[in-house]
């Protein structure tokens, strides 16, 4: 089983930054079948874990992606020694409004895999 818990969330100005942390249980961080990712869902946005949309993933071999949105703003990192995945946010804009979710799932087979998702960290960018 394993276990995700972000923290870090915040509500900040338009251009200001954020970083999110995700303590990842066990050896996840480290087990190479593993993918780590951050996701994001829109407020009122009811669709559950379906509605959300990808910001980044990394893969066991450390390789980084992200939604072209994304990139240049957003930077993915882990810390083994701490089991933390991180989402560093920079110019942050208003429609970047959402709840921020730590996933993980085996073999980067995303939403066909289990997914494992953790509670959610809420950030609030205002103009």
């Known amino acids: 089983q394993v276990q995700l818990a972000e923290s870090g969330g915040d509500s900040v100005q338009a251009g200001g930054s954020l970083r999110l942390s995700c303590a990842v249980s066990g050896d996840t961080i480290t087990d190479s079948e593993f993918c780590l990712g951050w996701f994001r869902q829109a407020p009122g946005d009811e669709r559950g874990e379906f509605g959300r949309e990808e910001v980044g993933t990394i893969d066991g071999a450390g390789r980084v992606y992200y939604q072209d949105s994304m990139k240049g703003r957003f930077t993915i990192s882990k810390d083994a020694a701490k089991n933390t995945l991180y989402l560093q946010m920079n110019s942050l804009k208003p429609e970047d409004t959402a709840m921020y979710y730590c996933?993980?799932?085996?073999?980067?087979?995303?939403?066909?895999?289990?997914?494992?998702w953790g509670q959610g960290t809420q950030v609030t960018v205002s103009s």
């Open positions: 996933a993980a799932v085996r073999s980067c087979l995303w939403f066909v895999s289990r997914t494992y």
